[in-house]
């Protein structure tokens, strides 16, 4: 008895469960039958399979994903990917495909990793979390920022916004003195990390925001006036 079936690249099992945690639903497409595709589904643990697909068939079933609000990367090598990778949100060619495929594609993979797709998502989540990050902090900081100066600039005209004026700032002239400062330095500081961005964490969307709004939400509201608070006083006592 001879036994012949495809070599699975080894740690591939543990890349595609690294993709369930992002989040990604990982789909096996092979014209093999479905003895065969079930083994290899099992063996390399992708979570579902399509057996006996013709290049119509992959099309089919990525337009059905995208019709359901779902965003479909597909990875493939053979001129009967070309359609499929053509039609996807995001089309990797293997390097060792036919050129039909490459030009299909969106991008060419030179390593010929099928989980390289772990590495393009990740970089684009980081970018949006990066970008999602300092947006939230930014508009809780300005927010912040105004509610903390505008009682003071106009309390001495209308003297029922003392209320307002929580941070009990000593004088219009220090209180806008103080946010020009307090902004000089945070900018420079919001620098390093819209460079080096976010560390990235295989965490769902709605977790996700959640983290955004409690740490950089809450954290560009608290910052502006601890920071304000404190240039203030040391503003109005060299003053």
């Known amino acids: 008895a001879i036994e012949l079936q495809d070599i699975i690249k080894p ?10 945690k992002m989040g990604v639903k990982t789909v096996m497409v092979t014209g093999d039958n479905p003895l065969t595709a079930k083994y290899i589904a099992q063996k390399a643990g992708v979570d579902d399979f399509i057996a006996e697909a013709k290049p119509e068939d992959k099309m089919e079933y990525i337009r059905k994903e995208q019709a359901g609000g779902k965003l479909v990367a ?26 039909a495929a490459k030009e299909a594609g969106n991008m060419v993979d030179l390593d010929n990793d099928p ?19 300092l947006t939230t902090f930014s508009i809780a900081n300005d927010v912040a920022k105004y509610f903390a100066i505008v009682p003071a600039l106009f309390i001495t ?22 946010a020009v400062i ?10 390093p990390l819209a460079l080096r961005g976010v560390a990235y964490k295989p965490i769902g969307a709605a977790a996700l925001l959640r983290r955004n709004l ?19 006083m040391v503003v109005s006592a060299l003053i």
């Open 182 to 191: 307090f902004n000089a330095i945070i900018i420079p500081l919001l620098i």
């Open 11 to 20: 740690g591939i099992r543990e890349r595609f469960e690294r993709l369930r």
């Open 74 to 99: 597909m990875m493939g090598d053979g001129t009967n990917d070309a359609p499929a990778l053509a039609q996807a949100d995001v089309g990797v060619a293997m390097n060792s495909g036919t050129a």
């Open 115 to 133: 989980t390289k797709l772990i590495e393009v998502v990740e970089i684009g989540k980081q970018l949006l979390m990066t970008r999602g990050t």
């Open 157 to 178: 005209s209308i003297p029922a916004l003392q209320s307002m004026n929580i941070m009990n700032l000593v004088s219009p002239q220090s209180a806008i003195l103080s």
């Open 214 to 232: 409690l740490v950089y939400g809450l954290g560009g509201i608290i910052v502006p006036f601890a920071g304000i608070k404190l240039i203030d």
